[in-house]
């Protein structure tokens, strides 16, 4: 199983969206048979069936193994991976491009951006799972917490240049066999906690 995989099929991503079926996947990071599947879940057996034969469809799911038991054949089934990231590509004319806009301080480029990252990196994945090599990247998380507005505009600056500086010192235009390598480096505020709905807030009598 793998940790994480991108969904780029329009097909495949409908799918996973399917409530039903999200739920199955969800299940199925243990593998289980329609019947398991069908207890756990509360559903009947015929409408899980149903789910898995197009969650197998689409590759989101795999057949684990058969267990015989007595004339029946207990068919055990597996996700795929413990989550799944859907590729913008599948939105295909609609999916952000942020050659489109580019605006450094714009949060909507940001999220083209990364929107972007998903889909190039998730076609590395696909490629390099078939060749059977793993794909060469670097990533960098990190959080900050700036006293003011300044403070971050300050370190925005600082950011640039030094990235800037990095780039023009290893780029070669002319370097024969590289191969280029996209750098993306974004800075936005964590989300913080989400207001309770109602339904979410205690009663206070």
Known sequence: MLDVAVIASPAAAEASLDPIRSRILAALAE???AAMLAARLGLPRQKVNYHLKELERHELVELV???RKGNVTER???ATAASYVISPGALAAVSPDPDRAPD???ARWLLALGSRLIQ???TLLSGS???GKPVATFGMDARVRFASAADRAAFAEELTQAVTALVSRYHD???AGGREHRL???LHPIPGPQPETPAEQEDPR
């Open 129 to 131: 799972a078939r060749a």
């Open 120 to 122: 190039e990196v998730g």
């Open 65 to 67: 193994e058969e267990r």
């Open 173 to 175: 235009e002319q370097a």
């Open 104 to 106: 450094r301080l714009s």
């Open 184 to 186: 993306v480096v974004g």
């Open 31 to 33: 593998p289980g048979s």
């Open 76 to 78: 055990v089934y597996g």
